[in-house]
């Protein structure tokens, strides 16, 4: 029966010649197109592209792809005023950002047109750090070339220069005669910081983060947070010394943090403008904070019966901006919660009731709508409005945590929101991190000694990886994909830290900040979005020379990344895992120490 259109007049059928031709053209205009979005997408040099995404690895598969192959490649040396090279916050393009609430200082990564395909030198003199515990209070000068805070702040006693090395007293704005005096009266302030209830913290405006290296020996792991700047290399000064720090700024964007997860938060004299823009900053704070956690500010108002002179205003003004802010944080559901001296210590509020009244009419700042995850923090825009803490989370309060160091090992209430996670695939995790630890020490003896200080978990789950190295002398900042599963609420109940990241970019840290750089099948799982050589230079930027990275993937990638390494100048072997299965394999990496063939500019 012949088909007809809607009309009934039957529908014109070409002979089987006219077809033929009518098919071919067809063909010809499709490969013609494919050709020309393959040109597209393609377009990069040694571009490596996966066309499939690799299932994860599992140990139990006899089944093994045929290996990824790539042609051998070499990068060039980076020029000599490029040994500070930070990607996303390179101050040779903040002219081409806003200075409104300085948003030119958060993440602006490059165009990948104008990526950079090179190795980034050391400075001229570079050594090998100084290592902890003695690094805390000194570093090669020669790593860190910077005078600049050793003259501004010389009455402050940050800093000094002596030889070849940077001398750190442990002083501050608000603490000259000593961080370790400071931070007694802190304590005695608050007791929590004392018995392992407080056991998280973060130090924005951190300056050189002597407060977050004394912490250290009290069982507070804090997080220093500072902006790039031109002269004060601050985050460098930090993680040269061996304690955690991340560079970021309060603007616009949120912190790379999930809600509820510091236990305290500091500022000493951060210059953090908090009750204006609406209170925006101070609301950040909050919704990093976890319920019952502690906010800390020392300096400008606080005690400004004694010290507005100093701070050229008038008592005046300082008591009206101290009311503007004990206000502003009453709104917020906190409370004062002790003062004395230069120290004001506010506690956020853990009873719902105060946050019920955010609901109503006229109410500033508002109680936040569910337009917006409170956890999502990877380029989201800060609110003026209040993060309410959910109510049915009953152990996400700091006083319902077990305290630290139990809390470390307890399966916390948060790993029920990620998908297939409960309490059994917790201890799983676990037991499973413990094995693997323990192989990767016998492959590198160096992990665990003082050969190593500063260590990246890449791609983590739980934080498990950390977890099983955590009586070494070393701390671990423990990142997730922000295409991943949000895992790193369940790092914080432990009492870890770490920080969102997307690996198609670079990570906020200066060059050569991370002693151990570990993955664990991140190019499986994200090797369809992120370009492998890019990944790899950015380790090798932040990985300081004689550095080591441990990367556990599959073995369908293994010889391509050993390729890739090898041309920036790393060396690699390749073992087995503690299972010895052929589809999974790790490569132990250490980078050389080379200097730049060019001259200092």
């Not at 000068?141 to 750190?168: A, M, T």
């Not at 665990?448 to 978990?457: E, Q, Y």
């Not at 789950?461 to 070393?474: E, H, K, T, V, Y």
Request: proline share 7%; hydrophobic share 35%.
């Amino acid at each position: 029966m012949k088909a007809k259109d809607r009309d009934g007049k039957p529908l014109y059928h070409p002979d089987k010649s006219s077809r033929v031709v009518s098919t071919s053209i067809l063909f010809i205009v499709l490969c013609g197109l494919s050709f020309y979005l393959g040109g597209i997408f393609c377009s990069e040099k040694d571009k490596i592209i996966v066309k499939e995404t690799a299932s994860p690895v599992q140990s139990t598969s006899n089944a093994v792809s045929a290996p990824l192959q790539i042609k051998p490649v070499t990068f060039a040396e980076c020029p000599s005023d490029y040994q500070d090279y930070t990607p996303c916050t390179d101050p040779r393009r903040w002219k081409k950002y806003g200075v409104n609430r300085l948003s030119f200082m958060e993440r602006h990564c490059p165009p990948i047109f104008e990526r950079k395909e090179c190795l980034v030198p050391p400075p001229d003199g570079y050594k090998s750090p100084i290592k902890w515990p003695k690094s805390r209070d000194q570093c090669w000068y020669r790593n860190v070339p910077y005078d600049w805070i050793n003259k501004q702040k010389s009455n402050q006693h940050w800093l000094k220069k002596e030889g070849d090395k940077f001398l750190f007293p442990g002083g501050g704005t608000m603490f000259p005669n000593g961080v370790g005096e400071y931070v007694d009266l802190m304590q005695n302030l608050i007791p929590e910081m004392k018995d392992g209830t407080v056991r998280t913290a973060i130090d924005t405006g951190c300056g050189v983060a002597s407060w977050g290296g004394d912490l250290l020996d009290r069982g507070i792991l804090t997080v220093s947070l500072a902006p790039r700047d031109n002269h004060e290399a601050q985050v460098q000064f930090a993680l040269e010394r061996g304690i955690p720090a991340i560079l970021g700024i309060i603007s616009t964007q949120r912190l790379p943090f999930p809600s509820s997860s510091f236990d305290m938060a500091h500022c000493s004299r951060c210059l953090i403008p908090w009750t204006e823009f609406g209170g925006i900053y101070l609301l950040e704070i909050q919704r990093i904070l976890r319920p019952g956690g502690f906010w800390v500010l020392s300096g400008p108002p606080v005690n400004y019966e004694n010290r507005w002179r100093g701070w050229n205003t008038t008592v005046e003004a300082q008591k009206s901006d101290y009311d503007k802010l004990q206000d502003l944080l009453t709104s917020m559901c906190f409370k004062l919660y002790n003062k004395k001296d230069d120290i004001a210590v506010w506690q956020k509020s853990a009873d719902g009731n105060c946050y019920n009244k955010l609901a109503k009419p006229d109410v500033y700042p508002p109680k936040c709508d569910d337009s917006t995850e409170p956890d999502a923090a990877w380029y989201t825009p800060l609110r003026s409005c209040v993060v309410v803490p959910n109510e049915k989370a009953k152990q996400l309060k700091l006083k319902s945590l077990p305290k630290w160091p139990q809390r470390l090992h307890v399966a916390p209430e948060r790993i029920s929101n990620v998908h297939g996670g409960n309490a059994n695939t917790f201890k799983h995790d676990d037991s499973k991190w413990k094995s693997r630890v323990k192989h990767y020490k016998g492959l590198l003896p160096a992990l665990g000694s003082d050969k190593i200080r500063n260590v990246m978990d890449m791609n983590t789950a739980f934080g498990g990886f950390a977890a099983a190295l955590i009586n070494d002398p070393l701390w671990v900042m423990n990142v997730v994909s922000s295409y991943a599963p949000n895992t790193l609420p369940v790092v914080y109940d432990r009492g870890l830290i770490g920080s969102y990241h997307d690996w198609c970019e670079a990570f906020s840290s200066y060059p050569r900040t991370y002693d151990l750089l570990h993955l664990d099948g991140l190019f499986t799982a994200e090797s369809h979005r992120c370009d492998m050589k890019y990944v790899l230079l950015e380790m090798d930027r932040i990985l300081r020379p004689n550095g080591y990275a441990i990367i556990r993937e599959s073995s369908y990638f293994i010889d391509a990344i050993s390729s890739i390494a090898k041309g920036m100048r790393w060396s690699c072997r390749k073992e087995d895992t503690e299972y010895s299965v052929e589809n999974e394999k790790v490569l132990i990496c250490q980078k050389k120490l080379w200097y730049s063939s060019k001259s200092s500019s």
